[in-house]
């Protein structure tokens, strides 16, 4: 069931919803966000599927561009729009403004028709396409505090609940492999055919050569034709007062 609602202007936010559903299905799996042009099948009623996902979502997030305000549709009860954030607020959702860039104005109520004038007194979320993780991560952070299910489905989509089991193989490889995101627990490392040293923990290697600590250590590995002479501190002679 879809949790979250993307409500936007064609021509006007769509980049930010795209954004917004790409990283929000990321975060808490596809099935818990709606977004008309990927939500809907083809061969689906266009406006029954579109109502019947606003009515059965927790929160909306209406998409607000910099002309969103000023648009003459939204004063048309047939638009979409409009009629979405109505609904929504019918069925008791949670409808959440959320500002694309970094220049677009919070709503000001003489700027919408009194069917809407309540969005100027809702506190709003940002959103720049220019620079959006940050602003997805706020927005995500937020989603997951206000709608409990949601904070679950992200557990189950990481996997941090009950992670399964992962299986890597590598074959032949040429180059540097990197095994990526969190990993918790311990990790298995079987090396075949290997001919360099690997090293799989802490410490130095110490390859091809005896280790040796403390003071004062000689080793001389093959035949020696010399003398060996070491010469630690001072002499009794060089001792001075």
């Not at 959320?98 to 220049?103: A, C, D, I, N, P």
């Not at 180059?175 to 311990?186: A, L």
């Not at 590995?221 to 010469?231: E, I, K, M, S, T």
Request: include cysteine; aromatic fraction near 4%.
């Amino acid at each position: 069931m879809q949790i979250v609602f993307v409500n936007y202007r064609t021509g006007d936010g769509d980049e930010a919803a795209a954004l917004l559903e790409r990283g929000l299905s990321d975060r808490f799996g596809r099935e818990k966000i709606f977004r008309a042009t990927t939500s809907i099948s083809p061969g689906r009623s266009y406006p029954e599927e579109l109502l019947n996902a606003v009515r059965h979502s927790v929160v909306m997030l209406a998409v607000i561009g910099p002309g969103w305000a000023r648009d003459p549709r939204l004063r048309e009860e047939d638009d979409w729009v409009r009629r979405e954030i109505l609904e929504a607020r019918a069925s008791g959702a949670t409808v959440i403004p959320v500002l694309k860039g970094r220049t677009t104005e919070r709503l000001k109520a003489a700027d919408l028709p009194s069917e809407l004038k309540c969005l100027a007194e809702i506190q709003s979320l940002r959103l720049d396409p220019r620079d959006c993780e940050g602003d997805l991560r706020h927005i995500g952070d937020f989603l997951a505090r206000l709608v409990p299910e949601l904070g679950r489905a992200e557990q189950e989509s990481s996997g941090f609940a009950g992670m399964a089991d992962v299986h890597n193989t590598v074959s032949a490889p040429r180059g540097t492999v990197i095994q990526g995101r969190d990993i918790r627990g311990d990790v298995g490392t079987v090396v075949k055919g290997n001919h360099g040293p690997v090293h799989t923990g802490k410490g130095d290697i110490n390859q091809n050569s005896p280790q040796f600590s403390g003071d004062g250590a000689t080793y001389v590995q093959g035949d020696n034709h010399g003398g060996v002479n070491h010469r630690f501190g001072r002499t009794r002679g060089e001792e001075g007062g």
